[in-house]
């Protein structure tokens, strides 16, 4: 893992000692989260985690159009964020 890259769309580091590492995903309805996309959510947390040395909790969130559809691949996402909530 040492050396790998890999992008993180939005980063909040909050007071609280919880790091959200957000993904960004437009889509025309609910966002399905595939397989191979789960891993690579899992595979980015886990390098943020080494490189970084954070001593935080780390949070995946999903931040899409229109939320993501609940399948075993979304159950390890933290929390979701729709585009309206951002403009509330």
């Known amino acids: 893992?040492?050396?790998s890259r890999s992008?993180?769309?939005l980063v909040i580091e909050r007071a609280d000692k919880v790091i959200?590492?957000?993904?960004?995903?437009?889509?025309?309805g609910v966002y399905t989260i595939p397989k191979t996309?789960?891993?690579t959510i899992r595979n980015k947390?886990?390098?943020?985690?080494y490189n970084t040395k954070t001593r935080s909790?780390?949070?995946?969130?999903?931040i899409t159009t229109y939320g993501v559809?609940?399948?075993?691949?979304s159950a390890e996402i933290?929390?979701?964020?729709v585009l309206d909530d951002l403009f509330v």
Do not use: P, W
């Open 20 to 28: 959200n590492l957000c993904e960004v995903k437009f889509s025309s």
């Open 45 to 49: 947390r886990l390098a943020f985690a």
């Open 57 to 62: 909790a780390l949070h995946n969130t999903m």
């Open 7 to 9: 992008q993180i769309d």
């Open 37 to 39: 996309y789960a891993e």
């Open 78 to 81: 933290i929390s979701t964020v």
């Open 1 to 3: 893992m040492n050396g």
């Open 69 to 73: 559809a609940r399948n075993m691949e």
